[in-house]
């Protein structure tokens, strides 16, 4: 892969299983903490659309980090192939500005090297049995794995369902 625009995809694809998600217009960023993001978030989430991606959330209270894993049918991790695995994250942080961070993921270009790409992420609804999350969907990297800032991309929703203990 050489520099240019990218779209997340093929990689949130993995992560939020985004043939469910909902396109929604980039907005201006979080204005205030939404309503029910100031309770911890601390659980295992499913994918609405798509339960075969599950979520592992630990949150501080300041700080929440959503690590994702491939389920099977039944619930039981699914083991990928070597080197196929998801390699990425969600880290959000509570600020007065709203519930923010971003969704990190590690990209192999075409020679091989391998860039940490950046994508925004923001919670945007919360409460107990449900997560709204928008997450960024394209970005720019040059050669040198730097992001390139052109502009305001567009964000995709996606719905977290607190999975029963």
Request: with cysteine; proline share 7%.
């Amino acid at each position: 892969m050489s520099g240019g625009q990218r779209t997340a995809g093929g990689f949130c694809a993995l992560l939020l299983g985004l043939g469910c998600a909902h396109a929604v217009a980039r907005t201006a960023p979080a204005t205030a903490l939404p309503p029910g993001c100031d309770t911890p978030i601390t659980g295992t989430w499913t994918h609405e659309g798509n339960p075969s991606y599950q979520y592992t959330a630990t949150d501080d209270g300041k700080l929440a980090r959503l690590i994702p894993r491939r389920v099977n049918p039944d619930g039981t991790p699914r083991i990928d192939p070597p080197g196929q695995g998801l390699e990425m994250s969600v880290t959000l942080e509570r600020r007065i500005t709203g519930f923010a961070g971003e969704f990190r993921v590690l990209e192999t270009k075409d020679d091989g090297q391998q860039c940490g790409a950046l994508f925004s992420a923001r919670l945007t609804a919360c409460a107990p049995d449900r997560l709204v999350l928008q997450v960024e969907q394209t970005y720019a990297m040059n050669a040198a794995c730097q992001r390139l800032d052109f502009g305001e991309n567009d964000m995709v929703e996606h719905v977290l369902i607190r999975v029963k203990p």
